[in-house]
């Protein structure tokens, strides 16, 4: 008879980490790996530094090597593509060795979302592919230590990252942080906003969706036919809507981004400023959080996005907190037209039942491109 193994502590996880000298960590979160981000955050919060993408956070740990550290990066599969330009080509070239702790979404066998189906099939032989040694993340303590040891190793012989895969369920969550009030207006939830950029819009407006709640609240309030629901391929929801708006013109469109997208594709908006003709509302949600892997800090809270669309060539911006001050901006900026910036300071929460969506990511895109060319 075989019992089940515990899942690993984040406490215990970092505690090994430090004591062979690894840090600073850095990456961008994913729920597997949530509490680990927690337990930095709460015990060692300047050994953990915030990145937009994943393909920063391996470059950044490649400067720490350089500056004598031992840096870690973590990263959900899904953001494994944006690795391979600086594993290949940074740490490979330069020898510059990394360690890496890479989730398991959508392994095959374990039901999963869509978006993850494919990488998650891949992802053992994606790294492979690029040379990197990796095994599935032992949950024994003594045999983590054991690992860890020869991944240090391997890495110290070979000049090359090394890769921890991170199933499922290894680590164990760890203890929520009470929130604290900050005082100040009230600010709108995501949903209510989402009720007030609909309510506000040209009817004939089509709505591109970022990953996520938002995506899922949008199909869950408001399902209709303009809307397209970008599951998945984080940061990429503005390019999308770009791209319709330039050979779909004769339609509006609205983006509803967040913040944590928007900081992981930022060159997103140098491209609609420099199309700043079309009618294009990108539509900012921002909760300075990445909701959907557990609440963890996106660097929002220090970035003046409004400022950054005016220098990328946007016609105009607005930062609203209040459900009529953005209706009334929405509207303003379908009336007057050109490309148009709209940070929306909204509160972290959701409904706890919120659902997947419904509509399959293939019939979500079929059903926008009928609307598009009736």
């Known amino acids: 008879m075989t019992t089940a193994t515990a899942a690993l502590g984040a406490r215990t996880l970092v505690g090994l980490l430090r004591e062979r000298g690894f840090g600073p960590f850095t990456g961008v ?13 709460a015990e060692h919060p300047s050994e953990y530094l915030i990145a937009a993408n994943e393909g920063e956070a391996v470059a950044l740990a490649a400067g720490a090597h350089l500056a004598g550290r031992k840096p870690v990066v973590i990263l959900q ?8 330009n600086p594993l290949t080509s940074l740490c490979h070239t330069l020898r510059l060795p990394v360690l ?3 989730t398991w979404r959508g392994r095959p066998g374990r039901p999963d979302e869509p978006q993850h189906e494919l990488m998650g099939r891949i992802t ?3 790294l492979t592919a690029m040379e990197i040694a ?3 993340l032992p949950e024994e303590p003594a045999l983590l230590a054991e690992r860890l040891d020869a991944a240090e190793a391997h890495m110290a012989a070979t000049g090359l990252p090394y890769a921890f895969v991170v199933p499922k369920g290894a680590v164990a969550p760890y203890p929520a942080v009470p929130a604290t009030d900050a005082g100040g207006p009230r600010l709108l939830k995501r949903a209510e ?3 007030q950029i609909v309510g506000a819009m040209d009817p004939r407006s089509l709505v591109v969706a970022t990953t996520g709640k938002t995506a899922r609240e949008l199909e869950r309030d408001f399902d209709r036919p303009e809307n397209l629901y970008v599951v998945g391929s984080m940061g990429c929801a503005s390019s999308v809507a770009l791209g319709v708006a330039l050979y779909a013109p004769d339609r509006p469109v609205v983006i509803l981004d967040g913040d944590g997208a928007a900081l992981m594709r930022l060159e997103a908006m140098a491209a609609i400023g420099r199309h700043a003709d079309t009618g294009l509302c990108h539509v900012l949600l921002d909760n300075e959080a990445y909701e959907s892997t557990g609440g963890q800090p996106t660097a929002s809270a220090g970035v003046d996005f409004g400022a950054i669309a005016v220098a990328c060539g946007y016609r105009a911006v607005a930062d609203v907190t209040e459900g009529d001050a953005l209706a009334a901006a929405l509207r303003a900026a379908q009336v007057t037209g050109g490309a148009r910036l709209i940070r929306v ?3 972290p929460g959701s409904d706890p039942g919120l659902g997947r969506p419904a509509l399959r990511p293939p019939a979500s895109a079929a059903r926008f491109k009928r609307v598009i060319a009736s």
Request: net charge negative; proline share 8%.
């Open 134 to 136: 990796h095994e599935v």
């Open 77 to 84: 599969n899904s953001g494994l593509g944006n690795t391979v």
């Open 193 to 195: 906003a989402i009720a």
């Open 100 to 102: 890496l702790f890479v």
């Open 29 to 41: 979160p994913c729920s597997f790996l949530g509490p680990v981000i927690s337990c930095l955050e």
């Open 345 to 347: 300071r909204i509160v």
């Open 124 to 126: 053992p032989d994606l």
